[in-house]
């Protein structure tokens, strides 16, 4: 594997502190529902992603493709992105928070 691969593989697992069994539960919930771009009445775009990254952590690093690790990027951009629109009030309960927990980041976990 490149150092970009395996550069992108780590911040990844930096990025993405939920395991997949806390992500595939917040995924059930309404509040995640809720959220997202979402194009006629079809699942939202971070939703989707989600899912996808169950399956990422469910993989072996070696088993990832080439279009394994651009999603990986692409979740690696929206968590900084996000993360700097913190809003300043009331964390828990924002859209914020529930859109960077459908990427797989919980801000609030220690």
């Not at 930096?14 to 992500?23: A, F, H, R, Y």
């Not at 529902?33 to 194009?39: D, E, N, P, Y």
């Amino acid at each position: 594997m490149s150092q970009d691969v395996n550069s992108a593989i780590a911040e990844f697992q930096q990025v993405v502190n939920m395991t997949p069994k806390e992500l595939e539960a917040w995924l059930e919930t309404e509040e995640s529902q809720a959220v997202g771009q979402k194009k006629d009445d079809d699942e939202s775009t971070g939703h989707k992603s989600g899912r996808r990254i169950v399956e990422l952590l469910q993989k072996k690093e070696d088993e990832y493709t080439e279009d394994e690790i651009s999603h990986m990027k692409k979740v690696i951009s929206y968590v900084h992105r996000h993360s700097a629109q913190k809003p300043s009030h009331d964390i828990e309960n924002s859209r914020w928070y529930y859109s960077l927990k459908n990427w797989g980041h919980d801000p609030l976990k220690k």
